[in-house]
C-alpha cells in the first residue's frame, strides 16, 4: 500500500495546481479595433459625422432600424433611381504600414426586379476600398436572375446569399515590402477568395457606393477597422 509522508496531500495538491495552471488553456483576447461604428449612437434618419454623404436627389443615405431587427439601427444607401448614385466615404484616421482589416455585416435588398430583365440589380452596389479617388478592390452584390451572390469587384463570386439576408465580410489588405498586396475575403469567417495585386496603393477610404444604373438598397452595420 502506498503511504503519503508527512505533508503529502499539501505536496499533491499544489503538484495539481501546477498541473492545471500548465495546462490552461488562455482566452484570446478580442483585439481592439482602431475605429468602429455599430451606429447605435446616431438619431434615425441622420448620419453619423464621420461619413461625406453625395445623394444628388438620386436617393438617401441615413441611419434606419434594422429590417431584421427594429432594436437594432444600421446604415441605409437607398438608392432610387435607374441615372445616378448615392454614397457615403469614410477616410481612415492613420496610415496603414502593414495590414489593414476591415469588417462589416452587409445585406442587399430592393423593392422591385429591375427593369431590364432583373439582370445585376445589386451589382456595382456595396463597399469600394480606395486611394484617393481611385478604387483598388471592392465588395459588391450580384444578382442575375434568381441568383444572388457576394463578389469582389470584378464580379467574381465570394458567396451565395439571398435577398434581406445579413452577412459576415471581412477584408484582409497585406501590404509587402516590394509594393504588391494580397487581399483575402472572408464570409461568415470562411475565407472565400485570395487575389494579389501588384504596384497597389495603399487602401486610405473607404466608399459605400450604389450602381448608378440600377435602384437598390444597401444595408451596412457593425464596421470595424483594424491597423497593424
Same mark, same amino acid.
Given at each position: 500500500?502506498?503511504?503519503l509522508r508527512?505533508?503529502?496531500?499539501? !505536496? !499533491?495538491?499544489?503538484l495539481?495546481?501546477?498541473?492545471? +495552471? &500548465?495546462?490552461?488553456v488562455?482566452?484570446?483576447e478580442?483585439?481592439?479595433?482602431l475605429w468602429a461604428?455599430?451606429?447605435e449612437s446616431?438619431?434615425?434618419g ?6 461625406q454623404?453625395v445623394?444628388g436627389g438620386y436617393?438617401?443615405?441615413?441611419v ?5 431587427n427594429?432594436?437594432?439601427?444600421v ?5 432610387t433611381s435607374?441615372e445616378g448614385?448615392v ?8 496610415e496603414?504600414?502593414? @495590414?489593414?482589416t476591415v469588417?462589416?455585416r452587409?445585406?442587399f435588398d430592393?423593392?422591385?426586379p429591375y +427593369?431590364w430583365?432583373?439582370c445585376?440589380c &445589386?451589382a456595382? @452596389? ?16 450580384d444578382e442575375?436572375?434568381?441568383r444572388?451572390?457576394i463578389a469582389?469587384?470584378d464580379?467574381?463570386k ?13 477584408v484582409v489588405f497585406?501590404y509587402?515590402?516590394g ?8 464570409v ?10 501588384? +504596384? +497597389?496603393n495603399k ?5 459605400l457606393?450604389?450602381?448608378?444604373t440600377?435602384?437598390c438598397?444597401?444595408y451596412v452595420?457593425?464596421?470595424r477597422?483594424?491597423?497593424?
Open positions: 500500500m502506498l503511504r508527512k505533508g503529502g496531500p499539501l !505536496l !499533491l495538491s499544489l495539481l495546481l501546477l498541473t492545471l +495552471a &500548465c495546462l490552461k488562455e482566452e484570446k478580442e483585439p481592439i479595433p461604428e455599430d451606429f446616431t438619431p434615425l441622420e448620419v453619423p459625422g464621420d461619413f454623404v445623394a436617393g438617401s443615405v441615413s434606419v432600424s434594422d429590417p431584421s427594429p432594436n437594432n439601427k446604415l441605409l444607401l437607398d438608392d435607374l448614385r454614397e457615403a466615404t469614410f477616410e481612415f484616421p492613420l496603414v504600414t502593414r @495590414t489593414l469588417e462589416f452587409v445585406l430592393r423593392e422591385e +427593369a430583365n432583373n445585376h &445589386c456595382y @452596389t456595396g463597399m469600394e476600398f480606395r486611394s484617393g479617388n481611385s478604387r483598388i478592390v471592392g465588395v459588391m452584390g442575375t436572375g434568381t444572388v451572390s469582389n469587384w464580379r467574381e465570394l458567396m451565395d446569399t439571398q435577398l434581406g439576408q445579413w452577412e459576415k465580410v471581412k497585406t509587402s515590402d509594393g504588391s498586396t494580397t487581399i483575402q475575403y472572408y461568415n469567417g470562411v475565407l472565400a477568395f485570395t487575389e494579389d495585386k501588384s +504596384a +497597389a487602401v486610405d477610404n473607404i466608399r457606393v450604389t450602381s448608378n440600377r435602384t438598397r444597401v452595420d457593425d464596421l477597422l483594424f491597423i497593424d
